[in-house]
Every structure is written in structure tokens, then in C-alpha cells.
């Protein structure tokens, strides 16, 4: 049986999980919204998967991988507090968070940083949060 992708599964569980936190649905208008892709018409606050790099991170004979990956929150228009008051609620559910990602064993993950940035051109607040994982191939 050949193991499922770490950075799907990861995804999977971190979708799982945050749906479950209820000060982050509520700050998100009443459900998760965590997508792949902007989404067409949707008002912020919302988050997007962003830059994600894979690696294998192996030893010992047990299959590991080291995850770097970002989720970007954007603010409602006029405040940029909207986005970092669910970047910092994204940030304290996952601190110790016991994920589950199918297939694997969730070894570390840690919020390595947490930025917040206007556009310049649009106006557009977004804050992004900087993430450091490691899983194991479950047995």
C-alpha cells in the first residue's frame, strides 16, 4: 500500500481541526474558511493555503518529512485587525494541536512566524503565518 502524500494529509488534518475551533469560525462569519484558491465573491475573513515545500527529512529507517508552509489571512476592508485576530487564533488552536494527518504520525509543529503586510496597491491588510511541521509515514 503506498502511503498517502504528507502535504495532503497534513492539509487534510489542519482542515479538520480548525473547522473544530469555534472562536475561529465565529471570527470567520460562522464556518471555516480555509481555501486553496481565492474564492470568487467571497467577503474576507478568509485564509488561504500558501507557499508549501516538502522535503524528505528521514533517519533512522522511519520515514519523515519536513513541512515549511504558510496560511495568509485577509482583513475585511478597513481592518487589518480582522486578519491578525484570526492569524493569532489560527496560531494559539495549532500550538500543541494533536493532528492526525491520514497515514502519518504528526512529529512536530510549530508557528515559526506571523506577519502582517498592506498592499500597497489595493489596500488590501493580510496577515501571514509561517509554519514548521514534521511527520512520520505511519507503520
Known amino acids: ?23 475561529l469560525v465565529a471570527l470567520m462569519g460562522g464556518r471555516l474558511r ?6 470568487r465573491g467571497v467577503a474576507p475573513v478568509y485564509a488561504l493555503f500558501g507557499p508549501s515545500e516538502v522535503s524528505d527529512d528521514s533517519v533512522d529507517g522511519a ?8 496560511l495568509t489571512v485577509f482583513a475585511k476592508p478597513g ?4 486578519a491578525l485576530e484570526a492569524a493569532e487564533r489560527i496560531a494559539l488552536s495549532l500550538d500543541d494541536a494533536d493532528l492526525s494527518p491520514s ?18 496597491r489595493t489596500g ?8 514548521e511541521a514534521v511527520t512520520e509515514v505511519a507503520a
Open 1 to 23: 500500500m503506498t502511503a498517502s502524500s504528507p502535504l495532503l494529509a497534513l492539509r487534510a488534518a489542519l482542515l479538520t481541526h480548525l473547522a473544530g475551533d469555534a472562536a
Open 79 to 82: 481592518s487589518a485587525r480582522s
Open 34 to 39: 480555509l481555501y486553496d484558491e481565492p474564492p
Open 63 to 70: 520515514r519523515r518529512h519536513r513541512h515549511a508552509f504558510a
Open 124 to 131: 488590501e491588510a493580510r496577515a501571514t503565518l509561517s509554519f
Open 103 to 120: 497515514g502519518h504520525a504528526l512529529v512536530l509543529l510549530r508557528l515559526k512566524s506571523l506577519t502582517s503586510l498592506r498592499d500597497e
